[in-house]
């Protein structure tokens, strides 16, 4: 693919290259560890060492004493200051329709601690390493409790919460339960199928950090801070933890290296951090370690699973029904209820046409860090169940997994699933189609015929996958139980010599959105890409808006865009009239130049910008000067991306290693902006989804100790794990938004974990396969499956 940054106009749909490359690539970015305020002293929290225990007393008398030590701070000192817990923000109501059971969450523990990593006190030193040294002389005495640490057996475990019986949160549902029983009650063939989503921890590339300052000139606070979306977080510190009013908390969001969720959420450290630097008189700064992003970062995913799939005689799908235990870990985080219910069991349709479904989720406390979104946040463990469930229902009964999927696809639209989504366009037969050419699916035979003569063992896999992204539209989710409004904001300033500003509330953290937002920009107006600046992340220069997950940046942020670029050129055909003295109907622009229709009479974008501030050039009765607009976009619909992935491996029965030897992804995106940035975060996504599969899983031993608390333990793909991808599109506009886009940042991490064990449980005759299939479980089940075949 030829690509580069163009100084000409860059129409939608090039590929061109992400203009925020250069200051990465050549170590000029900003990030929250590379900025140091006048005076700053910097944090390290002491961390509880036992997964539940009570706090009888906290001492820092000798870790005061030690030198450089500027404060030593607790969960008194934030009580008496009146600040409030850290919440979740998405209200659920259980069965009997009480409320969700809410634990206290304070920023540094009162009473007791909930899981390893909580945190306990903050250390405030002249240097990171004067603040580490005083912290092991914070004196602790704790009062051990039984740790919950196991997600089967939680429910008969110690009480974490007071306010949480059997450990429980809620006991949630959704479906039409009748109606799915009486589908059970007239299937031909029911197939069952029991899960595990294995627990997923972040690992973007930078760690999370905060700087706290306080100005008591202005008696208000600055934080700068890795997050998604820095206007929740001044929003969140603002009227529930009380650090200050809106107007004296200003949260700036510089570059962000990476999120995949786990930056969505507020977290103690910011909290802290920013309150503390009022107490002590000085800016102060923390930055994670690798150790403390294990411990106390948001983990993910965390599912355990039964379900069963009920069929007609002719193989169609007619019920389907869902058990699910979700670990929440130890608190409520920021969005973490919304997961495993309105993000889950929404999507446990699919591609499907099933006409009656019914979900119970049961959200489970643990002494475990907290559980909440990460890349795709739902609908990978809904996804993942889904697909192995057909698959395996294809295989009972002795049928091609594609062509009983081709027979239960949806196949008109709009289509209104049982489970609250309406699809509203897609063709999932083409990507299958698509996918299955490409892979060169019926020469699969032949290339297990070769794999056996060698001594290896073959697979292939399916996964069709649907999400639903672009979060929002506000209505939907408030309904739903959202604390806010999932709309967007956005304001082009255009400048009297012609280029642009753009501010949005969308939050870029390695998607693109400097290129991809300017390059919008630039075929709107017709002006070369580098003339458009992308301003983000500072609550102080961008109006409120509600940053970046969920893949709602394009559909939802690029929306906002667009609204606010049809008032500019409104405003500026007006301008045009004025100065061309025709009528304002009669003005056509195009390709950045306003032209007076059936004429030759023209004038250029920046002729009219500049003649925008020119008050004395029109009546300023009728126009005001100036070229700036703002818009706010709140969607009719999500939007839903959906696909075709396949996977083919090979397995090596000796010693149980997994090669994949191909992998296919088909998407339907709808309109693809830049096609360069859309592969590339499907290549992520994908990378991140065989991870999952193969590799990646946190554990905590019984004691609620983090087992896998470093790399050394916790194993994520290298290149050498990943084939060269074969990525593919096919195309449904969206409907719901004027630029016909849809999510493309999650599809690949949705799409790749079903499609690799589905091929792993092909190569290898079992339907029991658990997520990571590590090579020692790998080869335990092939040295099982070479016993049985022996046997026989």
Not at 4 to 12: A, H
Request: hydrophobic share 40%.
């Amino acid at each position: 693919m030829n690509a580069s940054v163009s100084s000409s106009v860059t129409p939608i749909g090039a590929a061109v290259r992400r203009k925020e490359d250069h200051r990465f690539i050549t170590g000029k970015g900003r990030y929250t560890d590379d900025l140091d305020r006048p005076g700053q002293a910097y944090a390290y929290f002491v961390r509880s060492p036992y997964a539940h225990a009570r706090i009888r007393h906290i001492d820092p008398t000798a870790a005061k004493a030690m030198p450089g030590v500027v404060d030593v701070l607790t969960g008194a000192d934030i009580g008496a200051d009146g600040l409030g817990d850290l919440i979740c923000g998405w209200m659920i109501h259980s069965k009997d329709g009480s409320p969700m059971k809410m634990g206290s969450h304070p920023a540094l523990a009162k009473e007791k601690v909930r899981y390893v990593g909580d945190h306990v006190a903050v250390v405030i030193a002249e240097t990171l390493n004067e603040a580490k040294d005083a912290a092991l002389a914070v004196e602790v005495e704790y009062e051990l409790l039984p740790a919950v640490a196991d997600l089967a057996t939680a429910t008969d475990g110690e009480q974490i919460h007071d306010c949480a019986p059997r450990n429980t949160a809620f006991e949630w549902e959704l479906g039409d339960k009748a109606a799915t029983e009486a589908a059970f009650a007239r299937a031909a063939k029911v197939t069952s199928i029991d899960i595990v989503n294995n627990r997923l921890a972040p690992n973007a590339i930078e760690p999370r950090a905060a700087i706290g300052e306080y100005d008591s000139g202005d008696e208000a606070f600055t934080l700068w801070t890795t997050s998604q979306n820095p206007h929740v977080a001044r929003l969140v510190l603002s009227a529930f933890v009380g650090i200050a009013p809106e107007n004296k908390l200003r949260v700036i969001a510089p570059d962000v290296g990476g999120g995949f969720g786990s930056k969505i959420f507020i977290y103690a450290e910011e909290t802290v951090c920013t309150w503390a630097s009022k107490k002590v008189g000085r800016p102060v700064k923390w930055t994670a370690d690798r150790s403390e992003a294990f411990l106390s970062d948001a983990h993910g995913r965390d599912h355990i699973t039964h379900a069963e799939l009920a069929m007609d005689e002719a193989g169609h799908i007619i019920g389907f029904r869902i058990k699910t235990r979700a670990n929440m870990g130890a608190y409520l985080s920021t969005f973490a209820s919304s997961i495993p219910t309105y993000l889950y069991a929404t999507l446990l349709s699919g591609q499907y046409a099933i006409p009656a479904i019914y979900c119970e989720v049961d959200a489970i406390y643990t002494t475990t860090a907290p559980v909440d979104a990460y890349r795709g946040a739902g609908r990978p463990e809904a996804t993942f169940l889904l697909e192995r469930i057909v698959e395996k229902a294809a295989r009972e009964r002795g049928e091609d997994p594609a062509e009983f999927r081709r027979r239960n696809f949806i196949k008109s639209f709009p289509h209104q699933t049982p489970v609250i989504m309406c699809y509203d366009a897609g063709d999932y037969v083409a990507s299958l189609d698509k996918a299955l050419e490409v892979a060169d699916y019926k020469g699969f035979p032949a290339r297990r015929a070769e794999s056996e003569r060698n001594g290896k063992l073959r697979g292939i896999g399916l996964s069709a996958y649907i999400e639903a992204c672009g979060i929002a539209p506000s209505a939907a989710v408030g309904s739903l139980g959202a604390g806010v409004g999932l709309w967007e904001s956005a304001e082009v300033r255009v400048n009297p010599t012609g280029n642009v500003e753009v501010l949005t509330g969308s939050h870029s953290h390695g998607q693109g959105h400097e290129t991809t937002f300017a390059q919008l920009v630039s075929a709107r107006l017709g002006i070369p890409i580098d003339q458009v600046t992308v301003v983000h992340g500072d609550t102080d220069k961008v109006q409120f808006g509600m940053g970046t997950y969920g893949s709602r940046s394009g559909a939802v942020g690029m929306s906002a865009i667009v609204k606010a670029l049809d008032k500019v050129e409104a405003k500026a055909k007006k301008i045009a009239a004025h100065m061309l003295e025709a009528s304002e109907g009669d003005i056509e622009f195009k390709d950045g130049k306003f032209t007076v229709a059936g004429t030759d009479r023209s004038l250029a974008f920046a002729e009219v910008a500049l003649n925008a501030y020119v008050a004395h050039k029109f009546p300023t009765s009728e126009i005001e000067p100036g070229l700036k607009e703002g818009a706010f976009y709140d969607p009719t619909n999500f939007t839903f991306p959906a696909g075709c992935h396949i996977c083919e491996l090979e397995v090596d029965p000796e010693t149980g290693v997994v090669e994949i030897k191909s992998f296919v992804a088909i998407d339907d995106f709808g309109e693809i902006i830049n096609p360069m940035i859309v592969e590339g975060q499907v290549h992520g996504g994908i990378g991140q989804g065989i991870g999952q599969a193969l590799m990646e899983g946190v554990t905590y031993d019984e004691d609620g100790q983090l087992v896998t608390g470093s790399y050394m333990d916790y194993t994520m793909p290298r290149a050498g794990d990943l084939p060269s991808f074969t990525v593919g599109m096919t195309q449904t506009r969206c409907p719901s938004n004027p630029l016909g886009i849809k999510g493309c940042g999650e599809a690949g991490a949705i799409g790749a974990p079903p499609a690799v064990i589905n091929a792993l449980t092909n190569a290898l005759g079992t339907e029991d396969v658990p997520m990571p299939a590590t090579p020692s479980r790998v080869w335990a089940i092939a040295q099982a499956r070479a016993s049985r075949l022996a046997a026989e």
